[in-house]
């Protein structure tokens, strides 16, 4: 059972490229979320699909772009990358908004 | 406990012993809380949740409590072993005024089980 994979694991960007984080489920889920977590900060929402066509603003949406490819996918793009954009992204999902979101492993993105 | 934006907390605990972690969460509206257990290199895992209707709910060897009037929750181990060593995070969950429905996250405490 897969659950929720992201892609790839680790990554290095330099100032100003772009990237796109892939995340997919495989649980059915109608809910979708990319987190940041920092040392020190906990994990904070970026954004999240609540279901299939719906995309909306977390906590730290600034300098990002999602797309809910479809039920199964979502994807985070950073178009143009920052050194303060350096940290672990989680993707998770859930049945809905308000219940126990699935972790994937994360992508450690560091950015120089 | 753990503390928002703050150096994260620590509890060192001795094999077998009870491990107890508390929780501040921020908002009085929230109502419904999850405890997360996340281990080293992996994301966060579901360890058990409660609703505001409540004030304590078992599960196999940890029990949450909550506590409204001071909007605090907490995480008892029992029992503890090597395996619960992790970081463990709270999260409340709650509709801000500009935003929709979510979970905020706590900063965690690091458990280290002591063989």
């Known amino acids: 059972n897969a659950g929720v994979t992201q892609t790839p694991k680790f990554q290095v960007l330099k100032t100003g490229q772009s990237m796109t984080l892939q995340c997919a489920q495989d649980?059915?889920?109608?809910?979708m979320y990319w987190y940041r977590q920092d040392p020190g900060m906990g994990l904070r929402l970026i954004y999240y699909?609540?279901?299939?066509?719906?995309?909306d603003k977390g906590e730290v949406p600034n300098g990002y772009n999602v797309s809910r490819l479809n039920k199964r996918e979502f994807s985070l793009r950073l178009e143009s990358a920052a050194p303060s954009q350096t940290s672990v992204y989680f993707c998770a999902s859930s049945v809905q908004v308000n219940t126990e979101a699935f972790f994937g492993q994360g992508t450690r993105l560091t950015v120089v | 406990g753990e503390n928002v934006g703050l150096h994260l907390p620590t509890l060192s605990v001795q094999e077998g012993d009870n491990s107890i972690i508390n929780c501040a969460y921020s908002?009085?509206?929230?109502?419904?809380f999850i405890w997360y257990k996340q281990e080293s290199g992996k994301g966060p895992q579901f360890i058990i949740d409660?609703?505001?209707?409540?004030d304590k709910r078992q599960g196999q060897r940890v029990t949450v409590l909550l506590n409204k009037t001071v909007k605090h929750l907490s995480l008892q181990i029992a029992a503890t072993q090597p395996g619960d060593s992790a970081v463990y995070f709270c999260a409340e969950n709650y509709t801000p005024w500009d935003t929709g429905n979510q979970f905020y996250f706590g900063t965690g405490t690091s458990l280290t089980v002591i063989p």
């Open positions: 649980m059915n889920h109608n809910s």
């Open positions: 908002n009085s509206a929230s109502d419904y």
């Open positions: 699909s609540a279901s299939e066509g719906t995309t």
């Open positions: 409660i609703r505001s209707n409540m």
